[in-house]
């Protein structure tokens, strides 16, 4: 019988929060407050999608832990990659802010659509809007910082930064 064992987890490249230990300790007041206002599970779905797309394996780690704590479903969290054709696994409101986050994560185009915009605004008041344009924002910095600095996932425990 053949044993096969997972590859070597990679080392980070450095430990950045140490290094800028205020901007780190802002990043996460500002995560906290841009989506204090939003369902839970909508700000993890969110959080997820950018980090697929920006192929951040800590965050996706993180995020869809706390997804899973916070009751969203594996199936959800599983067809997240591919929404676009699953749509019908999120409600209107969801499928706005996915296609928001879409368009706000991926600006090569250099601007986000009006018409994906305006879907956004349809589902959500300003101040919703604004707190969902705020999380988007953030969840991209965080991939930032993880993609950059080589952050290793695997070993979060839901709610650990709370």
Known sequence: MTTHEYAREHT?????????????????RLDAAAGEDLDPKLRELVRIRASQLNHCAFCLDMHTKDAL???????????LSAWEESRHFYTERE??????????TVLTDG????????????QFDEAELAQLIAVIAVINAW???GVTARAVPGHYRPGQYS
């Open 95 to 104: 499928v706005a802010a996915l296609e928001l986050t879409d368009a706000v």
């Open 111 to 122: 601007f986000v659509p009006d018409e994906v915009y305006e879907q956004a605004a349809e």
């Open 12 to 28: 980070p490249r450095m430990q950045w929060a140490k290094h800028a230990p205020q901007v780190y300790k802002t990043m996460v």
């Open 69 to 79: 704590a916070a009751g969203e479903s594996v199936e959800r969290i599983i067809q």
């Open 143 to 145: 991939n930032r910082f």
